[in-house]
């Protein structure tokens, strides 16, 4: 079956911690993989894409086949950064995403 | 320019009433998806809509919920007797669909459903 698996529900880090939120997948064929982000009393946002290979706000997420993983990293967490992130899975053929649970991320000062 | 809209932000309804709950997508995106978001289950896919194919229903809990989509723009989702286990924040998203990719879905800012 095709799923997404986050984990953990809540992460809580100090400020300047490092930080990482799991992600890992379930599927045969070709992911395409995503982390969105709501911001309290924001909309649900995309964040990042895998195929972008990108930055955003300091995280990076590199997809691992072998481990059929999709974590989250930053290296050094802001207060601002706490939200509700999620993973999502999307697959050929469809522009349906498959959702993870969430974890929310708390950064305290 | 304009992102997709949802109506009403919050909606009190008394067990075993009918709701109707609107989104308005961003104009030229083809595809149009429902969600719910609730506490401790994460954001569940409820039904997706793209162009003028059958919808994908594969979500949807129960008959007592459906969705329409006139016209290839606005949709409604409906929920009919509503339960009070259908308290949640439901969620609309569209996307361009542009068929090369899976393309970044935009979100409404949601409905909160409270079921008394």
């Known amino acids: 079956a095709q799923r997404v698996t986050q984990p953990e529900k809540l992460l809580s880090v100090f400020k300047g911690a490092p930080v990482e939120l799991k992600c890992n997948y379930s599927?045969?064929?070709?992911?395409?993989l995503f982390w969105y982000v709501q911001y309290s009393r924001q909309r649900l946002q995309l964040l990042l894409r895998?195929?972008s290979r990108e930055s955003i706000k300091g995280f990076t997420a590199d997809l691992n086949k072998g481990e059929t993983s999709f974590h989250l990293k930053k290296p050094f967490a802001q207060e601002e950064d706490s939200a509700m992130y999620y993973c999502?899975?999307?697959?050929?053929?469809?522009?349906?995403?498959?959702f993870g649970t969430g974890t929310r991320l708390q950064v305290f000062p | 320019g304009a992102g997709v809209s949802q109506s009403p932000s919050n909606k009190v309804t008394e067990k075993g009433k009918d709701v109707e709950l609107r989104c308005d997508p961003i104009?030229?995106?083809?595809?149009l998806y429902w969600y719910r978001q609730s506490l401790g289950q994460g954001l569940e896919f409820l039904i997706y809509?793209?162009?003028?194919?059958?919808?994908?229903k594969s979500g949807l809990p129960s008959d007592r919920f459906s969705a329409e989509r006139t016209g290839g723009s606005v949709s409604t989702l409906t929920i009919q007797r509503t339960q009070q286990e259908d308290s949640a924040v439901y969620l609309c998203?569209?996307?361009?669909?542009?068929?090369?990719?899976?393309?970044?879905?935009?979100f409404g800012p949601g409905t909160r459903l409270t079921v008394l």
């Open positions: 998203a569209s996307s361009i669909a542009s068929g090369s990719s899976t393309d970044t879905q935009y």
């Open positions: 809509f793209q162009g003028n194919s059958a919808p994908d």
């Open positions: 599927y045969s064929g070709s992911p395409e």
């Open positions: 104009s030229g995106h083809t595809a």
């Open positions: 895998h195929i």
């Open positions: 999502a899975l999307g697959r050929h053929n469809t522009d349906k995403l498959i």
